[in-house]
């Protein structure tokens, strides 16, 4: 997309396929346009503008996850969708910290458009990946060296199995497979050990 920095320029619909495809001038625009007014409502409600960051970083990286599937259909405004789960993740920050706050009437109309329990299905998602990743680096700091070594360069540097091999001393490319196969299971029944235990 060659159009300029503003998501004015840009209807919905491109924004979110741009999101999707980890378009820069799409994700600039969308900050510019809809970060300062998320930025003003929060520091209006005693937010810091580092909250106001940190909570706009967050719905964006929800809005990217919903991007990427192919069966989710905005049925409202891009801008209703963000500032919803922005105001939801800033309300659940302060219920988290004590303060007990929920959603203004004003509010709660603004998402008569969407349905609200559709903001909350789509934040539950997110936290739950979000909370499947947590376990999984945690498994991988228990699965140790290394095996964690291992499967990180296959998986996050996509490095060749022969390249593994040279790495790690392994003979061959196939010896360097069988290994990284090992150490997959090992992780598996790390992760899975617990999230057994974080659902008793």
Same mark, same amino acid.
């Given at each position: 997309?060659?159009?300029?920095? +503003? +998501?004015?320029?840009?209807?919905?619909?491109?924004?979110?396929?741009?999101?999707?495809?980890?378009?820069?001038?799409?994700?600039?625009?969308?900050?510019?346009?809809?970060?300062?007014?998320?930025?003003?409502?929060?520091?209006?409600?005693?937010?810091?503008?580092?909250?106001?960051?940190?909570?706009?970083?967050?719905?964006?990286?929800?809005?990217?996850?919903?991007?990427?599937?192919?069966?989710?259909?905005?049925?409202?405004?891009?801008?209703?969708?963000?500032?919803?789960?922005?105001?939801?993740?800033?309300?659940?920050?302060?219920?988290?910290?004590?303060?007990?706050?929920?959603?203004?009437?004003?509010?709660?109309?603004?998402?008569?458009?969407?349905? +609200?329990?559709?903001?909350?299905?789509?934040?539950?998602?997110?936290?739950?990946?979000?909370?499947?990743?947590?376990?999984?680096?945690?498994?991988?700091?228990?699965?140790?060296?290394?095996?964690?070594?291992?499967?990180?360069?296959?998986?996050?540097?996509?490095?060749?199995?022969?390249?593994?091999? +040279?790495?790690?001393?392994?003979?061959?490319?196939?010896?360097?497979?069988?290994?990284?196969?090992?150490?997959?299971?090992?992780?598996?029944?790390?992760?899975?050990?617990?999230?057994?235990?974080?659902?008793?």
């Amino acid at each position: 997309m060659n159009k300029q920095l +503003s +998501s004015v320029l840009y209807n919905d619909i491109e924004l979110l396929e741009g999101l999707a495809a980890g378009d820069k001038a799409v994700v600039t625009a969308i900050y510019r346009t809809y970060h300062p007014v998320l930025m003003k409502w929060m520091l209006s409600r005693g937010g810091l503008e580092a909250d106001a960051e940190d909570i706009f970083q967050e719905a964006l990286v929800v809005l990217y996850e919903k991007a990427q599937q192919a069966e989710f259909c905005l049925t409202c405004k891009l801008s209703t969708y963000l500032f919803a789960v922005s105001k939801r993740l800033w309300y659940k920050k302060l219920n988290d910290n004590g303060t007990k706050v929920s959603l203004s009437d004003t509010d709660k109309e603004e998402e008569l458009n969407y349905g +609200s329990t559709q903001y909350d299905e789509d934040l539950e998602e997110h936290r739950e990946k979000e909370e499947q990743f947590l376990q999984l680096e945690q498994s991988l700091k228990e699965l140790g060296t290394p095996c964690a070594e291992l499967i990180k360069a296959f998986y996050i540097d996509k490095k060749s199995m022969l390249e593994i091999a +040279s790495t790690f001393n392994y003979t061959n490319a196939e010896n360097a497979k069988t290994q990284k196969y090992k150490c997959l299971n090992r992780l598996k029944k790390i992760f899975f050990a617990k999230t057994s235990e974080i659902e008793q």
